[in-house]
């Protein structure tokens, strides 16, 4: 296995490089849905923090190139959402930044870090960052 440095630009570096492309349960969107998965910073910005929490289970689903269900019913956090570590919520966090145009999202040593361990706080947090740069930037 090599590493693919020559990657497409929505491809992460870090994976590992094929002969084929490879399409998989983990490239659909939300839901399971047929369409590709892309982060639209419009489409991010309008979301529902129960839609945002699909988004992030999407990803995940791509980063560890599983199925949605696979994630979706994974370990629950205390809020009943699904568990994540700290680290990947700070991935999810630069990734939806990036896609939103701002980076930083958000200051990470001002957040709790009990939102960073679980979908719905990290869902909360991004829609709480959208909600005050949209005030913000209304002024």
Excluded at 8 to 24: C, E, I, N, V
Excluded at 25 to 53: I, Y
Excluded at 59 to 82: K, M, N, S
Excluded at 111 to 118: F, I, M, N, P, T
Aim: net charge neutral.
């Amino acid at each position: 296995m090599t590493e693919n440095m020559a990657a497409d630009p929505g491809r992460p570096l870090f994976f590992a490089r094929t002969g084929q492309a490879q399409s998989t349960d983990a490239s659909l969107g939300p839901g399971g849905s047929s369409r590709p998965f892309a982060l639209d910073g419009h489409s991010l910005r309008v979301m529902t923090e129960g839609e945002l929490q699909e988004v992030i289970v999407s990803l995940l689903a791509r980063l560890e190139r599983r199925t949605f269900e696979e994630v979706a019913t994974r370990q629950a956090h205390t809020d009943g959402t699904v568990a994540i570590d700290s680290m990947t919520a700070v991935w999810v966090i630069a990734t939806v930044g990036k896609a939103l145009g701002r980076r930083p999202l958000m200051r990470l040593s001002d957040v709790d870090s009990e939102s960073l361990r679980s979908v719905g706080g990290v869902a909360r947090l991004i829609r709480c960052a959208i909600d005050t740069t949209s005030v913000a930037g209304a002024a």
